[in-house]
């Protein structure tokens, strides 16, 4: 019972979401404000890459090329022509889940994905923007009319489906992240020295580009599901 | 009937709490299988079709992920019971 209440204390001290201030009593994670720095940081990139654009791209240019033309291939093997129209929405999640979930590899720094609530912004973000996406390409009643079917007495089972969606897209990211970080607490905790190291590589590393990668295909798909 | 006090009702919460987390975890079995599954097929049409490797190696991502939910929420519900009902 001791090294559980132990390790619990080092857990939440290393893993999980811990509120550090308040602002007009809301109080605020640190994951927050993690999430804000990076933020700022990928504006001021943006800033810079793009500040003088040429015909022969210089070395950061060339960088956000390679990522725009990806994504806009990526969507584009999806969902016919969406892929420049989509590009901001899609874009933005990528950069931002794939930075959140690779920075808690730099010491003292948290994933910003490890906080439920930042993945549940994203998963009702995608939710509420394919069933928009949907409203306006099909038109209200057709996309009202597609709960029913194939029968009538399908609709709540249908709703639920949808409703499921957002909840399954962001724990899977959560669940991830969270899961990672508390095995490399508990490693680090238990065998502290060279085993968290591999550990963190992996986790931080591959599994946390792997589910970003994951994170936007999902919602690519989602969103394509809802439209057509 | 027998009263039990506060503390040892403590303990059983919180050992059942331990017990149900560790329960929690079998579904694990469900997504390691599901996603076995999907990485042999996978290996199997990269074998006859070497050079659609990067479309497989995408989809099978995309179908892991979705077969891994139920694992994941097993996940969250054992890091539930563990560090929330303990707490």
């Known amino acids: ?228 | 009937m027998i009263e039990f006090g506060s503390e040892v009702v403590d303990t059983i919460i919180t050992a059942a709490a331990l017990i149900g987390g560790g329960i929690a975890l079998i579904a694990g079995i469900g997504a390691g299988i599901g996603q076995g599954f999907a990485a042999g097929k996978a290996v199997e049409s990269v074998a006859r079709q070497p050079e659609a490797r990067g479309n497989i190696t995408i989809t099978m991502l995309i179908g892991q992920a979705v077969a891994e939910s139920t694992g994941i929420y097993a996940f969250v519900f054992a890091l539930l019971l563990l560090f929330f009902i303990i707490l």
């Open chain 1, 1 to 228: 019972m001791q090294w559980i209440y132990l390790a619990n204390f080092e857990i939440d001290a290393e893993a999980g979401a811990m509120p550090i201030f308040e602002i007009f009593g809301i109080p605020v994670n640190d994951t927050t404000v993690i999430g804000w720095g990076i933020t700022i940081g990928l504006i001021i990139f943006a800033r810079l890459a793009t500040r003088n654009l040429s015909l022969r791209p210089g070395r950061l240019q060339n960088v956000l090329e390679m990522f725009v033309e990806s994504i806009i291939n990526m969507v584009n093997d999806m969902m016919e022509g969406g892929g420049r129209k989509l590009l901001p929405f899609i874009g933005t999640i990528a950069l931002f889940i794939g930075i959140s979930n690779i920075i808690g590899i730099l010491p003292l720094l948290k994933n910003p994905t490890a906080d439920l609530n930042m993945t549940l912004a994203f998963g009702l973000s995608v939710f509420i923007f394919s069933h928009a996406y949907a409203v306006r390409k099909k038109g209200f009643w057709p996309y009202l009319k597609e709960f029913a079917e194939p029968m009538a007495f399908m609709l709540p089972i249908n709703i639920m489906g949808e409703l499921a969606k957002p909840i399954s897209h962001s724990f899977r990211l959560f669940g991830n992240v969270f899961g990672g970080s508390v095995l490399i607490a508990l490693a680090a905790y238990a065998v502290p020295g060279i085993i968290p190291v591999p550990l963190m590589a992996w986790f931080d590393l591959f599994i946390g580009l792997v589910q970003a990668l994951i994170f936007t295909m999902l919602a690519v798909a989602y969103i394509t599901i809802a439209s057509e």
